[in-house]
Nanobody, 114 residues
Framework: QVQLVESGGGLVQPGGSLRLSCAAS????????MGWYRQAPGNQRELVAR??????NYADSVKGRFTISRDNAKNTVYLQMNSLKPEDTGVYYC?????????WGKGTLVTVSS
């Protein structure tokens, strides 16, 4: 079992950057994969980026703009978001898969607007 807490969301202008953090309640060294998902109003939750011992993968819509990383020593996963667009607006959720069970944080809101 693991608890996840996201932070770093906020209001940003188009073209701006944000870095999201996901702090876990225990060691994430053995947790694979971990990822970021987002949900825009009226839409289903979708995968943004995922990281595991095999590497990383990204949604096509964020490739080249977002970077997922992890710091096992700090039990934290990050999502660096650059060149943000209005369509990136949504609630961003951290996810961890442990023994085939999915754990979620409560989310952090990202709003991209001028």
């Amino acid at each position: 079992q693991v608890q996840l807490v996201e932070s770093g969301g906020g209001l940003v202008q188009p073209g701006g950057s944000l870095r999201l953090s996901c702090a876990a309640s225990r060691s994430i060294f053995s947790i694979n994969p971990m990822g970021w998902y987002r949900q825009a109003p009226g839409n289903q939750r979708e995968l943004v980026a995922r990281i595991s011992h095999r590497g990383t993968n990204y949604a096509d819509s964020v490739k080249g703009r977002f970077t997922i990383s992890r710091d096992n020593a700090k039990n934290t996963v990050y999502l660096q978001m650059n060149s943000l667009k209005p369509e990136d607006t949504g609630v961003y959720y951290c996810n961890a898969e442990v023994f085939s069970m999915n754990y979620w944080g409560k989310g952090t809101l990202v709003t991209v607007s001028s």
